[in-house]
């Protein structure tokens, strides 16, 4: 795309050529941008307005594609994923021991993973609720019924990766290292 005017040329890049935003250009006829210009020559310049928050929204959104691209593609890796946790989680409890701090923030960490890991041990719907019971006929006894987990694997390591790695980042901080 080309933009002219008078005697002035400006060949603006493809949105592909841009590194992660779209910048908007606003051309004026303004005499501020053509004062510092010989003034016997009138030409308008264009104007680049560079709206921020577009570029945050639009860096924020290109993460966020990228981590759920890979987490989709972690799906299938079951061990890879765990070893990750437990890597995690020892460097968090190596650090715990070195600095010999910050025990109120692995005490919230065992009680965030221990409620994780019964959510990921119970049913989905309540045997003591008001509900079905045993079955009353033969067809509804062979009815195949899997069990369902309240909290699924994928999201159980998700949530555990992630408290074991804000409890790490916590570590750095002293102001939670309360005695």
């Known amino acids: 795309m080309t933009y002219q005017n008078n005697n002035y040329s400006h ?3 493809p949105r592909n050529e841009m590194s992660f935003a779209y ?12 004062e510092f210009i010989d003034n016997s020559v009138k ?5 680049v307005v560079i709206d921020y928050e577009t570029i945050a929204v639009s860096f ?7 981590v759920q691209y890979w987490l989709d593609k972690s799906t299938i890796h079951i061990f890879p994923r765990w070893a990750l946790f437990v890597f995690v989680l020892f460097v968090f409890f190596l650090r715990i021991y070195l600095i010999q701090g910050y025990f109120i923030v692995a005490y919230g960490l065992g009680i965030f993973l221990l409620n994780n890991f019964i959510a990921f041990l119970s049913p989905l719907e309540d045997p003591n609720d008001d509900g079905p019971g045993l079955p009353s006929s033969a ?18 390591w998700m949530a555990c990766t992630r408290g074991a790695a804000t409890s790490l980042v916590m570590t750095f901080f002293s ?3 309360v005695p």
């Open 11 to 13: 060949r603006l890049p």
């Open 23 to 34: 910048v908007d250009i606003n051309l004026h006829n303004s005499t501020k941008n053509s």
């Open 43 to 47: 030409c308008d310049l264009p104007t």
């Open 60 to 66: 924020e959104t290109k993460v966020k594609r990228a």
């Open 139 to 156: 067809k509804e006894g062979k009815e195949f019924r899997p069990f369902a987990r309240r909290l699924p694997e994928f999201k159980f």
């Open 175 to 177: 102001v939670f290292d």
